[in-house]
């Protein structure tokens, strides 16, 4: 399986602010993922980051929001912006590898106060 | 599109004995139908899939069996341990979605000693 390192692993952030989270994949590849998990809750995806193009967002995420990049194949930033405590989440990035297993990175821990 | 309904939400068991998760979904394109298990600060990590063309896989104390037409699927975990103890995701992917994987709700086992 990939290695899928994510940083940072959490932050305190005031609201207003946007905070920038990297994910970085030992190999190339070609669909990687962005979750969300609310606490107690499931994983919620965000958005699927594509290469070279414009990310595609699910039904309640916008771009404004959560931009997205997505710049090679082993590397995209999450993006959380104007925060506010209703953002306190974990963060995680995923990716295919293996045929079509899903791995997800270690998260970021998302504190908004 | 894809919904994923997952059931117990809790489930507690004596240790050594069975645990049964259930999961249904909601596309009949639905192809690929991996398993989660989340410890407590932890990425989610996969422990067992299944594709539509199989009914049942077996890994050691862990099997998944699918039910196509009736388009559900459960986690059978035989011969409980402590360290099973944790919560349980169930998800289901679908190609006519781009192949995003659409996770249920989650389950909290817990294995008393």
């Known amino acids: 399986s990939a290695v899928i390192s994510q940083k940072p692993s959490r932050d305190i952030c005031q609201r207003g602010t946007s905070l920038t989270i990297q994910c970085q994949v030992d190999s190339q590849v070609t669909m990687m993922f962005w979750y969300r998990q609310q606490p107690g809750q499931s994983l919620t995806l965000i958005a699927t980051a594509n290469q070279g193009s414009e990310a595609t967002y699910e039904s309640g995420f916008v771009i404004d929001k959560f931009p997205i990049s997505r710049p090679n194949l082993t590397f995209s930033t999450l993006t959380v912006s104007n925060m506010s405590p209703e953002d306190s989440s974990i963060y995680l990035c995923?990716?295919?590898?293996?045929?079509?297993?899903?791995?997800f990175g270690s998260g970021t821990q998302l504190s908004v106060l | 599109g894809e919904n994923v309904e997952q059931h117990p939400s809790t489930l507690s068991v004596q240790e050594g004995d069975s645990a049964v998760i259930k999961c249904t979904y909601s596309?009949?394109?639905?192809?690929?139908f991996p398993w989660y298990k989340q410890e407590l600060g932890k990425r989610p990590q996969l422990i067992i899939d299944?594709?539509?063309?199989?009914g049942e896989k077996k890994d050691q104390r862990i099997a998944v069996t699918l039910n196509k037409t009736a388009k559900h699927f459960s986690l059978h975990i035989t011969e409980t341990q402590p360290e099973d103890s944790a919560v349980y995701f169930c998800a289901a992917r679908s190609y006519n979605q781009g192949g995003k994987l659409i996770f249920g709700q989650g389950t909290e086992l817990s294995v008393k000693p």
């Open positions: 596309d009949s394109a639905s192809n690929y």
């Open positions: 995923s990716v295919v590898g293996g045929g079509e297993k899903l791995f």
């Open positions: 299944i594709r539509s063309n199989v």
